[in-house]
Structure formats: C-alpha cells, structure tokens
C-alpha cells in the first residue's frame, strides 16, 4: 500500500475526528472508503454520460429469451429406489 499526505482544514479535520478519530486507528479506513465511493460514483456518472450521448438501441441488445426462461418439465421423473 502506498501512502499520500493531505492538508485539510480545521473544519474538516474536526469533523472528521468526530467520525474516524486517529486513536482508533478507524481514520486511514474511513478516508479509504470515503476515496473509493467518490472515485466509484465519478466513473459511474461518466458511465451514465456516455450512455446519454449514445445510448443503446434495440438493434445493439443480442438477447436471445430462450436463455432466461425456464426449461419445462419434461413430465419424466427418475424412479426412486
């Protein structure tokens, strides 16, 4: 794991006592964490901008339904001993 050093202000830092105090050794996962969902939730809105711009079609879908529905019973059942 690779280490970075911030600055954050005092706001910030106080409040972030509050929820991840550095005693506990709960800050370094809560910042983890809060990065992971901020750099999840920025490539999902780049997802979602890229589907605006050019968003499927019918014609693009290859979905074949027989793959989904269930099989019906073939009325024949193994005998038990």
């Known amino acids: 794991m690779k280490q970075i050093l911030i600055e954050v ?10 929820v991840a105090p550095a005693r506990a050794r709960r800050r370094s996962e809560f910042i ?3 990065l992971s969902r901020a750099l999840w939730e920025i490539e999902e809105r780049a ?3 890229a ?4 968003p499927d079609s019918a014609a693009d879908a290859h979905l074949d339904p027989r793959a989904w529905e269930p099989r019906k ?3 024949r059942r193994k005998a038990r001993r």
């Open 9 to 18: 202000d005092d706001d910030t830092l106080a409040r972030l006592e509050r």
């Open 32 to 34: 983890r964490a809060a």
């Open 47 to 49: 997802t979602a901008e």
């Open 51 to 54: 589907y605006r711009r050019q």
């Open 73 to 75: 019973p073939t009325g």
